[in-house]
């Protein structure tokens, strides 16, 4: 699993005027650990399982730039954009996958919805039907679910793959290709970026 | 034990009133048993029924609710009309009994909601605070009380520690008043933020009060819809703070100290009564729409005050044709014994579609193969507009089935399983029924597996041949519909 601290937020902040972090999947908290350090007005963090939602909010419960929003990525994000200043870009850190594997709460293949199990082409569509995300820039992690790859950390367990018909990142070019620049790192498991051709005040 | 003196000094005596939960018959010397109303919650109503008592009194010994009290006693500790306000405790402490003038009763009545009930001292101040007079403690050699149990004999809960919230609770109200020179206008804010069917209780009780201190709800933000979709009257305070388990890894006490710093700012601009479960609900057949208003201040002296004493507040029903009828059921109750047992399901969803009857179900996509269609509900707009689209709904002990039959009065079955009816059903008509099979075990408030038979399945649901009958005579009775 990939890590924020990989990417130089300082940078993006200063490059692109992104003040919000928005991360699907908090997990233990490590990726708002990092994003509290650094100057956003606020970061948002979703999470579908309760247990790990609450004992991270718990947390942070006395930081009020930090959120954490319990719930499927798709209603945190809506949630999120809601309350987001329009037009101000941000980052959004976003888990190509059903989070329970990485922190052994669930196996990579125990949720049957595919929905659930793989959101990041959903969420992606979403977030552009509700904003303008030409300026925003967007970090994926996970990549070798999607994409075979000489990856730091080897290959995508076979339970956790896709059916073939869904490996693939075809949507991110349809989505993103015009107004990004979309990169791939072998890092770890694989990132995918996508940083805005327009940078601040641009 | 509820007890009480009220002092005449006119009179030179003291008058003693002895009063008890009330198990449902809300008799005279009953007071109504709500397990969301705080220890100052009954110190208002002592108070309130002492000055009915006795109106010409000038100062009332109030018990400390959380102790089984009789007035005897009391008159053994205050023989004589009192002349100053001052809190009577343990060796420890913790209050016995409050005695105080009855201009704290008749002029801030409402800051009683935020004694501790705990700490003498603590809650001394408060009062002192409030009255702008000093209030001493004296000591009684009787002992110390301690903590009190996770379940009390006389009905109390102090499980998760949520009796120490209380204490936060009078510090936070202690500095507000120290802080602020408009502390008699600050609003009161009831914090039961978490759990939808409770947050839709709360909601619906602050519509059928006539007065209430409270002008504000903390709602969790997964709920904060759902004051708006029940026309509450409370101003919803956004926690943004996912709810708490119910497993007890996070104790009340806990959270509240979180959820305090969350609110941030709101929290000092606002004085907060923890009005989680104090008591054990089910104790008292009343409903938790009940347990709401009297936790918001209405007084209940008569069964036909109550929410099973009057007809639903609204009566609706489906606009489209009888025929094909559709069905919508939720079947999940937020803890595994609270599922109605699947494979009952899948039989009562068989037998209806073999009838022509259809049926949908809420976020169960495991019963498509039985026939039925499933529908994700997220929000209460999503839920209500389900609901409309359906003739019938028949739900677990849970906020669809609460929101279904309380706030927009559709014709609606409740499955009751391992919890009690009578705590949240709705008034029995036409339009409302329960099917269950009312064994003696119920309500026994297991959550993953039965203490009595053993296994993951409440054996109390109603049989899938009972629920089937149950829907046919209730499309019947409201639509006239016939298979």
């Known amino acids: ?202 | 034990m509820l007890a009480g003196l009220a002092f005449d000094r006119r009179a030179g005596h003291g008058l003693p009133a002895d009063f008890r939960f009330s198990q449902g018959s809300l008799r005279e010397d009953e007071i109504f048993d709500s397990a969301l109303a705080v220890p100052g919650r009954y110190m208002i109503e002592l108070a309130r029924r002492l000055l009915a008592r006795a109106p010409q009194a000038d100062f009332l010994v109030i018990g400390n609710p959380l102790l089984p009290l009789r007035a005897e006693l009391l008159q053994k500790w205050v023989p004589s009309t009192p002349s100053a306000p001052w809190i009577g405790t343990d060796d420890d402490g913790f209050p016995l009994f409050y005695c105080v003038p009855r201009r704290l009763a008749d002029a801030f009545e409402r800051f009683l909601l935020l004694l501790s009930a705990q700490d003498g001292a603590l809650d001394a101040e408060l009062i002192g605070a409030v009255l702008g007079e000093e209030v001493a403690c004296r000591h009684f050699p009787i002992g110390r009380m301690g903590t009190p149990p996770g379940r009390g004999p006389n009905g109390w809960l102090n499980g998760d520690r949520r009796l120490d919230a209380l204490k936060l609770q009078a510090t936070r109200a202690l500095q507000i008043i120290q802080k602020r020179p408009d502390w008699k206008d600050v609003p009161f804010a009831i914090y039961y933020p978490m759990h939808a069917g409770d947050v839709l209780f709360v909601a619906l009780a602050s519509t059928m009060v006539d007065q209430t201190p409270f002008s504000r709800q903390v709602v969790c933000s997964a709920y904060q819809d759902i004051p708006g979709a029940c026309g509450s009257r409370l101003e919803t305070i956004k926690l943004k703070l996912p709810w708490i388990s119910r497993d007890g890894s996070v104790s009340e006490a806990t959270y509240f100290v979180h959820a305090l710093d969350r609110l941030g700012p709101a929290a000092d601009e606002t004085f907060i009564v923890f009005s989680r479960i104090l008591r054990l609900y089910y104790l008292t057949p009343f409903h938790l729409v009940d347990h709401a208003r009297f936790a918001l201040g209405q007084s209940f002296t008569d069964f036909s005050q109550t929410l099973h004493g009057r007809p639903n507040g609204s009566e609706a029903r489906c606009a489209e044709p009888a025929k094909p009828l559709k069905v919508l059921f939720h079947l999940n109750g937020g803890w595994g014994l609270k599922t109605y047992p699947k494979a009952s399901i899948e039989t009562v969803i068989r037998s209806l579609g073999a009838m022509g009857i259809e049926s949908s179900v809420l976020g169960r996509p495991d019963l498509a193969e039985a026939g039925a269609t499933s529908f994700d509900s997220e929000d209460s707009a999503t839920l209500r507009g389900l609901v409309e689209d359906h003739h019938l709904f028949v739900g677990v002990d849970s906020f669809p089935h609460h929101f279904a039959r309380l706030r927009l009065g559709w014709p609606t079955i409740g499955l009751f399983g391992n919890t009690k009816p009578t705590n949240s059903d709705a008034s029995y008509g036409a339009g409302y029924q329960t099917s269950e099979q009312n064994l003696s075990c119920n309500r026994c408030g297991a959550y993953e597996s039965c203490p009595v038979f053993g296994g993951s399945e409440c054996l109390n649901y109603a049989p899938p041949q009972k629920v089937v009958g149950d829907i046919l005579a209730m499309a019947e009775r409201i639509y006239g519909y016939r298979p």
């Open chain 1, 1 to 202: 699993m990939g890590v924020l601290s990989d990417f130089d937020l300082d940078g993006l902040i200063a490059e692109y005027g992104c003040r919000y972090l928005i991360e699907t999947g908090t997990g233990i908290g490590r990726g708002v650990e990092e994003a509290a350090k650094h100057d956003f007005l606020q970061v948002y963090s979703i999470e579908i399982m309760h247990k790990l939602a609450l004992e991270v909010a718990l947390r942070f419960a006395d930081n009020p730039k930090v959120t954490i929003i319990h719930g499927k990525s798709e209603k945190g994000l809506k949630e999120a954009m809601e309350e987001m200043e329009p037009g101000v870009p941000a980052i959004f850190w976003l888990d190509a996958h059903f989070p329970g594997a990485d922190f052994r709460m669930a196996s990579y293949d125990s949720e049957r919805n595919h929905d659930l199990r793989l959101p990041l082409e959903r969420e992606l569509r979403l977030l552009a039907e509700h904003r303008d995300i030409s300026r925003d820039v967007i970090l994926i992690d996970d990549l070798r679910i999607y994409e075979n790859a000489d990856y730091e950390e080897g290959p995508c367990q076979p339970a956790a793959l896709p059916a073939p018909e869904f490996r693939h990142v075809r949507f991110v070019d349809e989505i993103l290709g015009k107004t990004h620049h979309i990169e791939r790192s072998l890092r770890r498991t694989g990132y995918l970026t996508a940083h805005p051709l327009k940078k601040s005040g641009a």
